[in-house]
């Protein structure tokens, strides 16, 4: 049963991958952008998709932690925002903190990988 849902949220997974990079979508609607940080991922390309790709990895993990890792990581996630919010529209900033939370999110992946189906 948990392998069968760990499939689904892969697949569900990839499917918000490949429709994110065509559409070249922030996580959040770029129309509705206020803060200085949120208008520069939307007017920079490779921030648009960092946002993407750290998005997509952050809802995958938490449909697969336990109830005391998911709460971390929304935890974790919180601070990263405010994190990210004070870099205001410093792209370099910017830049340097998504790198920073995707390289945790792929550490979380990774511990997952090693696992193997269960």
Known sequence: MIASHRFRVWWGAAAMILAASGAEAASFPCE?????DEKAI???????????EMAVRFE?????????????LRDDQEAWLQERHSCAADVTCLTKAYEARLKT???????FAKQGPL
Do not use: Q
């Not at 939307?42 to 993407?52: A, I, T």
């Open 105 to 111: 999110l792929r550490g979380v992946f990774s511990e």
């Open 32 to 36: 509705k952008a206020e803060t200085p």
């Open 60 to 72: 995958i993990l938490r449909g697969l932690l336990p109830m005391g890792g998911n709460a971390k």
């Open 42 to 52: 939307c007017g920079h390309l490779s921030l648009n998709d960092l946002d993407v």
